[in-house]
């Protein structure tokens, strides 16, 4: 037993003279550049340290009451240390390390969007916002979303989507259309094949009468005949008024006024443009006293 607590005691002996040596050693600094580092285990510790830090950052950066200075520059010590992180990240992969931005997820708030306003060069990641800077004068608008614009459909659009059975021509294809019409379709031909027979009968009864009547000179009147009598009538008007006016027309028609021939009738057009002529090129008095002189010589032309 003795033998063991001396073991026991020899050992914390060393751990707190390692403890000691420690604390009295100047403490590492990060290296300013990734490159400068050639160890991968020391590479992968200076990732952790940053890891570190950004958490620390990450935590006081959520209390809205340190201020809007104070927000703005811990959200820049942040995203500083998140570039810092992704140089070490490339150089642990120059070592033969693993791939640490592969596997890493983006970094979203707690609604699920990402907090990342995209890099204006397009090199590198955009500059982010966390906790409380989130709500900042300026940076709080970054993150609202547009109204969506309700996009009016063109004349182009709402004709596109019109086809035949829009206009009803597709109607009866399923057939409902058919079982709800067929018997209101088949009653009303019925009734009107009812109407038009007894119209014929009508017709029949009423000329069968005038025959009647004009054969035997009977004055007698039946009710028939008094319903048609008027339409007789109207028929043997328009009979008599198409006879005369063919009539008319077979007549020849007898002209008393001598009529000119054709050409007198190209004299009369010849005279007509001459005088027209001279009207345009010559005076008023000029053409009178021409006129008077034809008529004086009896000339014509």
Not at 59 to 86: P, T, V, Y
Not at 177 to 193: D, T
Not at 263 to 283: A, F, N
Request: neutral net charge; aromatic residues 6%.
């Amino acid at each position: 037993m003795a033998r063991n607590e001396e073991k026991a005691q020899s050992m914390l002996n060393r751990f707190i003279t390692l403890k000691n040596e420690e604390k009295k050693k100047p403490k590492e600094r990060r290296p300013f550049l990734a490159s400068e580092c050639r160890d991968l285990a020391e590479a992968d510790k200076w990732r952790q340290q940053i890891m570190r830090e950004i958490g620390r950052k990450v935590a006081d950066i959520q209390n809205e009451g340190l201020g809007e200075h104070r927000l703005r520059d811990l959200n820049d010590e942040i995203n500083k240390l998140i570039r810092e992180k992704s140089h070490w990240e490339r150089r642990i992969i120059e070592l033969g390390g693993p791939n640490y931005a592969k596997h890493s997820a983006k970094m979203t708030d707690l609604e699920g969007n990402i907090v990342d306003v995209p890099n204006p060069s397009g090199r590198g990641p955009g500059y982010r916002y966390f906790g409380a800077a989130k709500k900042l004068p300026g940076v709080r608008e970054l993150f609202e979303k547009p109204p969506e614009l309700k996009k009016r459909r063109s004349r182009y659009d709402i004709f596109k989507r019109i086809d035949a059975s829009y206009y009803g021509y597709r109607d009866d294809e399923d057939g409902i259309l058919e079982k709800l019409e067929g018997p209101s379709e088949s009653q009303m031909r019925a009734q009107a094949l009812k109407e038009w027979q007894m119209m014929e009968d009508i017709k029949k009864e009423a000329r069968r009468s005038v025959k009647s009547g004009d054969v035997a000179g009977a004055t007698e009147v039946t009710p028939t005949t008094i319903l048609f009598e008027g339409e007789e009538d109207v028929v043997d008007e328009e009979r008599r008024a198409k006879e005369k006016e063919s009539r008319m027309e077979e007549e020849e028609f007898v002209v008393h006024v001598p009529l000119p021939d054709e050409k007198e009738i190209e004299r009369m057009v010849v005279e007509k443009k001459k005088m027209e002529l001279l009207s345009k090129y010559t005076s008023d008095n000029l053409l009178e006293e021409q006129i008077e002189a034809k008529a004086m010589l009896n000339v014509q032309r």
